[in-house]
């Protein structure tokens, strides 16, 4: 393990029982936070992340989705070793921990063969995505820690239940094959890597302006996801594929009352709200498919909460 790795280790626990409000509105990790919040409740409540969430995603989707992130990773990642060494970015360097162009390898073998590369191509939407990476990253260097927060922070926390949501949708094996995208097998507890990510990203020197770049590239970012999430939905309509809801109903079916919904049931829970720790919990009780999936369901409340707590 390298000096950093260990450096790294060594944070993290410092961050495991820590569960102080150590964060400041005015850092820019909040900053970023709040100020992206009306996108992020776009992306999340699209009719395609709904339908993912419910279990209703098609197989045939679901690849051309891996296919997208395979395409948005691979210049990601390619413009964060370009740029490791920035001042703007070199706090929050961590490949080992976070890169996932190698897991989404992996998966596009386990889901198209061999020779996927063949039958890939990078799509409509997803196109200007990777191209606003690759110029960010050469021109703009100090606007990369806006993409890699976006990405990152929300596969460790809503990209979580994703995982086991698709494994049971589309009946993928449980030892990972499909979905190794979601598995980051060098950090064991995500909440403390989140918080020594939001650490590391609050040291950086940036002024108000870069800040306010920063924030503006933020909400680009939850554009383009946006983009490739309607363009999958669209797609989606010429598919003959049989789904079934293996899930909890998104908000679109409690009556416009999101306090019925148990995605925000569990994260009320989670902020300490007894009434919604009551609530959620009858709410697992009386639906039969969270009788069977309570466990894993209660591994990733964490995760629930997404964006308001990382």
């Not at 970015?89 to 989404?104: D, G, K, W």
């Not at 950086?204 to 933020?218: P, Q």
Request: hydrophobic share 40%; aromatic share 12%; with cysteine.
């Amino acid at each position: 393990m390298s000096k950093d790795n260990n450096m790294a280790t060594e944070e993290i626990l410092k961050y495991e029982d820590n569960d102080d409000d150590i964060f400041r509105p005015d850092d820019l990790s909040e900053y970023l936070t709040a100020g992206t919040k009306e996108a992020h409740d776009r992306a999340e409540n699209s009719p395609f992340a709904k339908d993912f969430l419910r279990g209703r995603i098609k197989r045939e989707l679901f690849k051309l989705g891996t296919v997208a992130l395979y395409y948005v990773y691979s210049a990601l990642e390619e413009e964060i070793e370009r740029n490791k060494d920035h001042p703007t970015f070199v706090a929050v360097y961590f490949p080992s921990e976070l890169h996932r162009r190698e897991a989404l390898v992996r998966d596009l073998e386990y889901l198209y063969g061999p020779d996927w590369r063949n039958h890939i191509q990078c799509s409509a939407a997803t196109k200007p995505y990777v191209e606003r990476l690759h110029h960010v990253g050469r021109h703009e260097p100090e606007l990369l820690v806006a993409h890699s927060w976006n990405r990152y922070m929300g596969d460790l926390s809503g990209g979580q239940i994703l995982k086991k949501v698709a494994q049971r949708a589309l009946k993928l094996p449980p030892t990972g094959e499909g979905v190794q995208f979601y598995h980051f097998e060098s950090i064991h507890n995500p909440t403390a890597f989140k918080r020594l990510y939001r650490s590391r990203m609050n040291e950086l020197e940036v002024d108000a302006e870069t800040k306010d770049r920063l924030l503006a590239e933020a909400n680009l970012a939850f554009k383009f996801n946006l983009e490739v999430f309607e363009e999958l939905q669209e797609i989606g309509k010429s598919i003959k594929e049989d789904v079934q809801d293996i899930s909890f109903p998104a908000h679109g079916g409690m009556g416009g009352d999101i306090s019925k919904c148990p995605y925000y049931a569990a994260k009320m829970a989670v902020s300490g709200n007894t009434m919604f720790i009551c609530q959620f919990a009858r709410t697992l009780l009386r639906d039969h498919t969270a009788q069977v999936l309570l466990a894993a369901w209660l591994a990733v409340i964490t995760g629930l909460a997404a964006w308001y707590f990382i």
